[in-house]
């Protein structure tokens, strides 16, 4: 696994970087058949995963202990909460929290279920729509991977690679070419999703750099950010996840917490507590017709951001899933699920409030450079700082909290294709872990450098385009979670 994924990484890397412009235009081409002809696949899938979650909690099946039941957790609620929230969605959370809200309202876009744009209602169906990409539904499909692949690998002894969750459909058919195709699959997929975030996370970095300090954004010091991320990345890998990917998690959370309190007490804090009340209405009230898929009025919005959304996270799901997986021994079913559904999306609930929330209200109120709408997405979240008080104290809090989501990222992820690559062991060596982690750097940086963001593109459609194999992967991995549960709670 690990030669045959490096040398078809490797090649990919080469057509891209040769042919920048060719290669987006097919994968992107590939990237939109695949949103287009199966939306509904996309949509009735994520839909399923959210049902299949939450019976999960309330069956007896949520008693069974990963582990077996004299398992004990290997790290703290607060330690494993925030190892599992960094490596979830933490970076996306910066970059669209502003962004995205912003972009419904005003119809940078469209607009979820066609309402008019700078209504009232557009206001809080922004909020509501936002929340809906990134509250239970991604977190589903995440939680499908990662009690799949704890199960098998504590509870059956098998090791922990994406193969392992398919035992009691394909049996010992998983060491043969079925298991290396879907191993393969989560590898690229991984691999892909993370270099691109890397390089478009660099190009966010960058522009909040130049915005604070004047310092400029060329292509210099988007390599000079990724040689840095890259660097601390690799350290912490090499550190292991106790002493490395641990660490930066939880430091990651305290300034997550941090900045989210200053956002709270220099902004309006009445109208985001009462913003949160009016997100969790409208989520609660327009799930259901956000997830429909049948004769939608609103369906080029729907293409464009939920269904890529889904795209997206599932495409995500083997390196997140399996990252949660490793981390979660010693959980029982129940805890798991809660914390994987119910948590994440409270505590998104209240960033998006802050976040989301104070940007709308400098808009409505025609306040600094957002009242123009969205000029440059990555610029979105330091011109609202910029309208508040100690905004180059936020902007800077805000710049270090962008550079540790990422390293964190990248970090567990590098993690996640070892252990592929390794055939499961959870303590690759260590060559190869550093391999990975500046593989993850190198494809980043070379691509920006030389196709910029056609070549960043196309890896991102590439990424999204692994999703449509993925999904059929998902549906089957529910049925053979179940088998493996109810086989498990019949000793």
Same mark, same amino acid.
């Not at 994520?46 to 008693?63: A, Q, T, Y």
């Not at 209602?121 to 499908?144: C, K």
């Not at 985001?272 to 997100?279: L, P, V």
């Not at 709408?373 to 330091?382: E, K, N, P, R, W």
């Given at each position: 696994m690990f030669f045959l994924s490096a040398i078809l990484i490797v090649l990919f890397v080469i057509v891209t970087i040769m042919f920048p412009h060719i290669s987006k235009e097919f994968l992107d081409g590939a990237k939109w058949w695949t949103i287009n002809h199966f939306d509904w696949l996309f949509m009735g899938a994520s839909n399923f995963f959210v049902i299949f979650c939450f019976?999960?909690?309330?069956?007896?099946?949520?008693?069974?202990?990963?582990?077996?039941n004299e398992a004990k957790?290997?790290?703290?609620? &607060?330690s494993w909460f925030s190892m599992l929230f960094a490596a979830g969605m933490g970076i996306g #959370? $910066?970059? *669209?929290?502003? /962004?995205?809200?912003?972009?419904?309202? @005003?119809? *940078?876009?469209? @607009?979820?279920?066609? &309402?008019?744009?700078?209504?009232?209602?557009?206001?809080?169906?922004?909020m509501g729509a936002t929340m809906y990409h990134w509250g239970v539904h991604p977190w589903a499909i995440y939680g499908v991977v990662a009690l799949s692949l704890a199960f098998f690998s504590y509870n059956k002894k098998l090791p922990l690679t994406i193969r392992s969750a398919f035992y009691p459909l394909l049996k010992e058919k998983i060491w043969g070419w079925p298991g290396h195709l879907i191993d393969l699959l989560a590898v690229l997929a991984t691999i892909f999703g993370l270099a691109t975030s890397l390089g478009l996370g660099a190009q966010q970095a960058a522009s909040g750099l130049d915005y604070v300090f004047g310092i400029g954004k060329d292509i210099n010091i988007q390599?000079?950010?990724i040689i840095f991320i890259t660097a601390i990345a690799t350290i912490s890998v090499v550190r292991g996840i106790h002493g490395g990917v641990? #660490? #930066? !998690?939880n430091l990651n959370m305290i300034v997550a917490v941090i900045v989210l309190l200053f956002i709270i007490i220099v902004g309006a804090s009445t109208h985001i507590f009462s913003m949160f009340f009016d997100t969790f209405v409208s989520y609660a009230k327009n799930i259901i017709p956000l997830s429909n898929f049948v004769n939608r009025d609103d369906e080029a919005w729907m293409h464009g951001w @939920? &269904?890529?959304? *889904?795209?997206w996270w599932i495409s995500w799901s083997p390196f997140v899933g399996m990252f949660i997986a490793r981390v979660s021994k010693g959980r029982t079913v129940r805890e798991f699920m809660?914390?994987?559904?119910?948590?994440?999306?409270? +505590?998104? $609930?209240? *960033? $998006?409030? /802050?976040?989301?929330?104070?940007a709308l209200k400098q808009v409505q109120n025609h306040i600094g450079e957002l009242s123009d709408g969205i000029s440059t997405v990555s610029l979105a979240m330091f011109q609202m700082f910029n309208n508040l008080a100690w905004s180059s104290t936020l902007s800077v809090l805000g710049i270090i909290l962008v550079l540790i989501f990422f390293v964190t990222s990248s970090d567990s992820g !590098?993690? &996640? +294709?070892?252990?592929?690559?390794?055939g499961g062991k959870l303590d690759a060596p260590i060559p190869q872990r550093v391999f990975w982690a500046t593989m993850e750097g190198l494809i980043a940086g070379s691509l920006l450098f030389v196709g910029g963001k056609d070549a960043l593109s196309a890896l991102q459609a590439g990424a999204i385009t692994t999703g449509l194999p993925f999904t059929i992967v998902l549906l089957f991995m529910c049925l053979s979670l179940y088998k493996g549960l109810k086989s498990e709670s019949k000793v």
């Amino acid at each position: 696994m690990f030669f045959l994924s490096a040398i078809l990484i490797v090649l990919f890397v080469i057509v891209t970087i040769m042919f920048p412009h060719i290669s987006k235009e097919f994968l992107d081409g590939a990237k939109w058949w695949t949103i287009n002809h199966f939306d509904w696949l996309f949509m009735g899938a994520s839909n399923f995963f959210v049902i299949f979650c939450f019976l999960l909690i309330f069956l007896p099946l949520g008693k069974i202990r990963l582990g077996g039941n004299e398992a004990k957790p290997e790290f703290s609620r &607060v330690s494993w909460f925030s190892m599992l929230f960094a490596a979830g969605m933490g970076i996306g #959370l $910066m970059f *669209w929290s502003v /962004a995205e809200p912003i972009a419904y309202y @005003t119809a *940078w876009y469209k @607009t979820p279920l066609g &309402v008019e744009p700078f209504t009232p209602e557009a206001a809080s169906l922004a909020m509501g729509a936002t929340m809906y990409h990134w509250g239970v539904h991604p977190w589903a499909i995440y939680g499908v991977v990662a009690l799949s692949l704890a199960f098998f690998s504590y509870n059956k002894k098998l090791p922990l690679t994406i193969r392992s969750a398919f035992y009691p459909l394909l049996k010992e058919k998983i060491w043969g070419w079925p298991g290396h195709l879907i191993d393969l699959l989560a590898v690229l997929a991984t691999i892909f999703g993370l270099a691109t975030s890397l390089g478009l996370g660099a190009q966010q970095a960058a522009s909040g750099l130049d915005y604070v300090f004047g310092i400029g954004k060329d292509i210099n010091i988007q390599i000079g950010i990724i040689i840095f991320i890259t660097a601390i990345a690799t350290i912490s890998v090499v550190r292991g996840i106790h002493g490395g990917v641990k #660490l #930066l !998690s939880n430091l990651n959370m305290i300034v997550a917490v941090i900045v989210l309190l200053f956002i709270i007490i220099v902004g309006a804090s009445t109208h985001i507590f009462s913003m949160f009340f009016d997100t969790f209405v409208s989520y609660a009230k327009n799930i259901i017709p956000l997830s429909n898929f049948v004769n939608r009025d609103d369906e080029a919005w729907m293409h464009g951001w @939920t &269904v890529f959304y *889904w795209a997206w996270w599932i495409s995500w799901s083997p390196f997140v899933g399996m990252f949660i997986a490793r981390v979660s021994k010693g959980r029982t079913v129940r805890e798991f699920m809660i914390a994987i559904l119910v948590i994440p999306t409270f +505590i998104t $609930m209240i *960033w $998006m409030s /802050a976040f989301g929330g104070t940007a709308l209200k400098q808009v409505q109120n025609h306040i600094g450079e957002l009242s123009d709408g969205i000029s440059t997405v990555s610029l979105a979240m330091f011109q609202m700082f910029n309208n508040l008080a100690w905004s180059s104290t936020l902007s800077v809090l805000g710049i270090i909290l962008v550079l540790i989501f990422f390293v964190t990222s990248s970090d567990s992820g !590098s993690l &996640v +294709i070892d252990s592929i690559t390794a055939g499961g062991k959870l303590d690759a060596p260590i060559p190869q872990r550093v391999f990975w982690a500046t593989m993850e750097g190198l494809i980043a940086g070379s691509l920006l450098f030389v196709g910029g963001k056609d070549a960043l593109s196309a890896l991102q459609a590439g990424a999204i385009t692994t999703g449509l194999p993925f999904t059929i992967v998902l549906l089957f991995m529910c049925l053979s979670l179940y088998k493996g549960l109810k086989s498990e709670s019949k000793v």
